[in-house]
C-alpha cells in the first residue's frame, strides 16, 4: 500500500513563507510524478505545480511566488511558498502518481490535505 503524508501549513500574515512537504511511502516500484493541487470552499480543486522527471511546472498565478522542489529519491515533494497572499488560502493536498510494487502502471495517490490559511 502506498500512502502521501504531508505536513506543514498553518497560519501566515501576507507576505510571508511557509513550506509544505509531502512523502510517499509503502511499496513503491517507481514514482511518475508528484504534485500540488488547492481547493477553497465551494471551489473545484485546483492544480498549483508538480514535478516529473526532475522537470518543475506551476500555474501562472504562484510563478515567481511558489517553488516545487524534491528529493533525490523522488519519493518526496516540496512546496516552498513564499509571498504568501490572502487568496491562496485554501486546502493544499499533494498527488502522486505513482506504480506500486507489483503493478504494471502507475496509481493515483492523494494526502490527507492540510489547511493554509494567509491573514493579519
Known amino acids: 500500500q502506498v500512502q502521501l503524508v504531508q505536513t506543514g501549513g498553518g497560519l501566515v500574515e501576507p507576505g510571508g513563507s511557509l513550506t509544505l512537504s509531502c512523502a510517499a511511502s509503502?511499496?513503491?516500484?517507481?514514482?511518475?510524478?508528484m504534485g500540488w493541487y488547492r481547493q477553497t470552499p465551494g471551489s473545484q480543486r485546483e492544480y498549483v505545480g508538480s514535478?516529473?522527471?526532475?522537470?518543475?511546472s506551476v500555474v501562472d498565478s504562484v510563478k515567481g511566488r511558489f517553488t516545487i522542489s524534491g528529493d533525490n529519491a523522488g519519493t518526496t515533494v516540496y512546496l516552498q511558498m513564499d509571498s504568501l497572499k490572502p487568496e491562496d488560502t485554501a486546502v493544499y493536498s499533494c498527488?502522486?502518481?505513482?506504480?506500486?510494487?507489483?503493478?504494471?502502471?502507475?496509481?493515483?495517490?492523494w494526502g490527507q490535505g492540510i489547511q493554509v490559511t494567509v491573514s493579519s
Open positions: 509503502g511499496s513503491i516500484f517507481s514514482v511518475y510524478s
Open positions: 514535478l516529473s522527471n526532475g522537470h518543475t
Open positions: 498527488n502522486g502518481m505513482i506504480t506500486p510494487s507489483g503493478a504494471t502502471k502507475w496509481k493515483t495517490y
